[in-house]
Each structure stands twice: as C-alpha cells, then as structure tokens.
C-alpha cells in the first residue's frame, strides 16, 4: 500500500557546492560537447561515418549484377 504524501519523509534542501567539492548534477559542470574543438571532431566523425556508408553502397551497387 502507498504511504500518503504527508507521512513520507521530507525533501532534504538543495544546497551549493562548497569550492573544493564536485556538483551533483550535469546542469552545473561546463559541458565539453559544446568547445569547439569537441565540435569539430564530432563532424570529423560524422563524414568518417558518411564516407564508410557511400563506400561500402557503391561496392555493393558495383558488385551486385541485378541492380545496375
């Protein structure tokens, strides 16, 4: 059975990092994804991705004897 809400225990307060300390959420890191040295390797990785695709269709379009 659910316990009522005014019986469960109560919502410890939210309380900011001491300096030394790691914060616990993402939302209060600086986020690497978005430098733009990170950006540029994510669309390096994307046209190594679409280059390995287009290689690998053409070698199957050429090989393939029913499709030409």
Same mark, same amino acid.
């Given at each position: 059975m659910d316990? %009522?809400?005014? #019986?469960? #225990?109560p919502i410890? %307060?939210?309380r900011s990092p001491s300096p030394g300390e790691h914060p616990n959420t993402h939302l209060e890191r600086e986020d690497k994804r978005w430098n733009p040295r990170q950006?540029?390797?994510d669309w390096i990785i994307l046209l190594v991705m679409i280059l390995i695709y287009l290689t690998w269709a053409g070698v199957v379009y050429l090989f393939e004897p029913g499709i030409r």
């Open positions: 316990t %009522p809400l005014n #019986e469960k #225990e410890a %307060p939210v950006q540029l390797r």
